[in-house]
């Protein structure tokens, strides 16, 4: 299948192709180039190998007319499976930027995860004493409940799929074949990390399934060895319990205990959710949240105009989501630096985010104190080279009009194409080039000139 794959300096839209990172049932997964961002993203191509072809034209279509009907509903699903992977926010599992079709297919864009491999990464660190699996698994875990609170499994949890980057955090790649829990589940099988219910598709598959796999990962990483495969283990298990290695002076046997409990070949002897796991393996649950005392200082309130220059930035990096996770994080913040601090922490590219924090490195005086020589957003010197082209109300009315088709992210578009264009009409030009939908592109710029100069 990867001798169908997209030649490097291939562009699909604005992802100039890089090479090929990986190749599954379903679909390969490319390093490309964000050309607009200068940023490496991961870019997943739906292309079933059994029932699809690349033509000359580097186009996808079914490989036969019989297959047209299964190639279309593949496509809906990669579609539908990428938008509610898009919604996931957690800095422990892989991001979705975006999805969109072209060249007959479908496309999803991932963080690219700069980092090694867990196999790669643990060899030189081994052994890991107890402290530092513990801090492997629980991100995972919390991530993991993520994931099953909005109703999805993972399914092919495994070391190749968890990557560490570049700062020590893991993170959890490849949800190919992450499914609603009530959706008809095909069979999915990683010898020695599938649990058995995996092995048809009839299996009761649910949130311990997904712990099953990664006890499995924890098993290896404290053994050294992979765990028997699940279907050798249903009528006589004859792997080792993890609370019989030698590795007991390393670990406390609770902690040994609950890698084995949650690799029970029976789903129903294992823990149910990822909460009761975590509490038998770390002794601890996640934080609730904590009634409010009078001495517990509470979030501050933000200038509307900071945090409007705080989502125009982070939209760069987040894309339309960027209004939302700012509102969230505000919400929770005591200064405008912590506040810069939370949103940073979710840019998991280093240089980008060392960018952001240094953007808004001045952020650390109090709302009554203007930020050195701004108020407003109109102050920063890029929107201020925008205002200086052309009158506010122009940039505010283009804003408005691009934000009906892309959202927030329109005005840092606005404030680019500002600084560019020599006129009103040659700045909806350059917007419209940001739409992808050749008919919204055509109504936009059909509305936006014939009614410039109007409110």
Known sequence: MSAQALPAGYAVQEYRIEKL???????????????????????????????????????????????????????????????????????????????????????????????????????????????????????????????????????????????????????????GSARQKNQELTAIVTPGYAPFEQYHSQGKQGPWSDIYALAGVAYWVITGNRPLEAAARVRQDAMAPAVQTLERERYRPEFLAAIDWALAPNEDERP?????????????????????????????????????????????????????????????????AELVHLLAADITHDGVRNKFERRFAEASRPVSQPRSGATSRLTEPATAVAVSRFPAEVLDRAERRLSQYLGAVSRVLVKRAAMKARDESELYLLLADEIENPAEKKAFIRRAISASGKP
């Open 21 to 175: 990172l990986g190749v599954g049932g379903f679909g390969l997964t490319y390093l490309a180039t964000d050309a607009n961002l200068n940023l490496r993203v991961a870019l997943k191509e739906y292309l079933p190998g059994d029932i699809a072809l690349r033509g000359p034209d580097q186009s996808i279509q079914p490989s036969a007319p019989q297959n047209v009907e299964d190639f279309n509903w593949g496509k809906r699903r990669f579609l539908d499976e990428s938008r509610t992977l898009a919604s996931f926010r957690h800095p422990n599992i892989v991001r979705v930027m975006r999805f969109f079709e072209a060249n007959g297919s479908a496309y999803m864009v991932m963080e690219y995860v700069e980092g090694d491999a867990l196999p790669d990464w643990l060899k030189p660190r081994r052994p890991l004493g107890e402290a530092q699996v513990a801090a492997l698994v629980a991100p995972l875990l919390d991530g993991l409940e993520v994931v099953h609170n909005a109703g999805y499994m993972h399914r092919d949890i495994k070391p190749g799929n968890i990557y560490i980057r570049n700062d020590g955090s893991p993170v959890l790649l490849d949800f």
């Open 272 to 336: 149910q959710s990822v909460r009761e796991w975590r509490e038998a393996l770390l002794g601890t649950a996640p934080a609730e949240p904590r009634t409010e005392k009078l001495s517990q200082p509470k979030p501050q309130a933000f200038e509307a105009a900071f945090l409007r220059e705080l989502e125009g930035e982070l939209a760069q990096h987040v894309g339309p989501v960027a209004p939302v996770m700012v509102r969230n994080a505000a919400k929770k913040a005591h200064s405008p």
